[in-house]
């Protein structure tokens, strides 16, 4: 058996070597494409405005017969699989970057939307679906409505059918009137 001197920077070079290969597998390659036969995770953009849900999902290799999309409730799904290609028995790979397998995503979206009115295209690789909001998801403005008040005989009668006795104002309280009392209009008090 050989000895070897000690030396203290060789471990430090192995650690580093370490700390290469995992941050060259991190940022260089794309998650979710790591070994073959794992399912494969896809980049998706979503977008959205007042109407409507805009998904882009890049899928280079599929073939749109292989991709099926679900929605239920807030959740779209979107699975499906990318093939491999057909391999000569007389050619050996150097190098093979480009992933296939299956794939699925689900995003749950902050608001219902309406499926039946759904539109998805496929050019490019590029899946993109049109997914338009419920209508009861969409917001809706409420008007606020002005009752204005008629006087009948000492009584202040609103729009709205209910009745209440005018109040007289004498240097800031509010007092009830005799029935026998004139009834006179008072402007409201504004803070």
């Known amino acids: 058996m050989a000895i070897q001197a000690y030396e203290p920077l060789r471990e430090m070079v192995s650690l580093r070597d370490a700390m290469n290969s995992l941050f060259q597998e991190s940022f260089v390659r794309p998650l979710g494409l790591t070994a073959e036969g794992s399912s494969v995770t896809l980049p998706l953009d979503i977008t959205e405005d007042e109407n409507e849900?805009?998904?882009?999902?890049?899928?280079?290799?599929?073939?749109?017969?292989?991709?099926?999309?679900?929605?239920?409730?807030?959740?779209?799904?979107?699975?499906?699989?990318?093939?491999?290609?057909?391999e000569r028995k007389d050619t050996h790979w150097h190098l093979r970057e480009r992933r296939c397998g299956q794939f699925q995503r689900t995003v749950t979206l902050p608001t219902m939307i309406s499926p039946d009115k759904a539109q998805a295209s496929f050019e490019n690789g590029v899946l993109t679906l049109v997914l338009p909001k419920a209508e009861e998801a969409k917001p809706k403005e409420i008007k606020i409505g002005r009752q204005v008040p008629t006087q009948i005989s000492g009584q202040k009668q609103s729009h709205n059918g209910g009745q209440k006795h005018a109040q007289v104002r004498s240097q800031g309280a509010a007092q009830e009137p005799s029935p026998a009392a004139p009834v006179s209009q008072a402007s409201p008090d504004v803070r």
Not at 58 to 73: K, L, R, Y
């Open 53 to 86: 849900f805009i998904l882009k999902m890049s899928m280079p290799g599929a073939q749109p017969e292989d991709v099926h999309i679900t929605a239920h409730g807030h959740d779209m799904t979107i699975r499906g699989e990318i093939k491999a290609e057909q």
